[in-house]
């Protein structure tokens, strides 16, 4: 009896072992899920995430940048309510206009409100008559 206590003292327990190997499989599982994971959104204004496109909104109201003023007119024609409402408080933020464009509205009068930005953005006059109507 002597012999084989002094053997299980000399090695770990099995319970031990068990122990050391669930945790070695909970780390590499984790690692492998972590590994599969999707990457960090990024600011991409012509990304077909919307939050992504949120974020390049965020960054040219941010930067103040007025030549971007083209992609947030894209922005406008969004499915994503989200997108539409960040691209035209970007777009009055930059111009001090919304040309009637409400990012709530329905399809139809979004689509004559876009015209009338893209307009603006060839440098066309937009007058307030066309913005009535």
């Not at 969004?78 to 009637?100: C, F, K, W, Y």
């Not at 006059?125 to 109507?133: F, G, I, K, N, R």
């Amino acid at each position: 009896m002597a012999w084989g206590g002094a053997v299980n003292a000399a090695r770990p327990s099995y319970d031990g072992f068990v122990r050391i190997q669930a945790l070695r499989a909970t780390i590499a599982a984790s690692l492998a899920l972590g590994a599969c994971s999707s990457p960090a959104p990024r600011p991409d204004a012509r990304s077909a995430d919307p939050v992504e496109r949120t974020l390049a909104a965020a960054e040219i109201i941010r930067n103040n940048d007025q030549s971007r003023a083209p992609e947030l007119i894209a922005m406008l024609d969004s499915h994503d309510p989200a997108v539409r409402l960040m691209a035209i408080n970007g777009l009055e933020r930059l111009t001090g206009q919304t040309l009637g464009y409400a990012y709530s509205d329905p399809e139809p009068k979004r689509t004559i409100a876009i015209d009338r930005w893209v307009r603006w953005a060839k440098g066309e006059p937009v007058t307030e008559a066309s913005v009535q109507e």
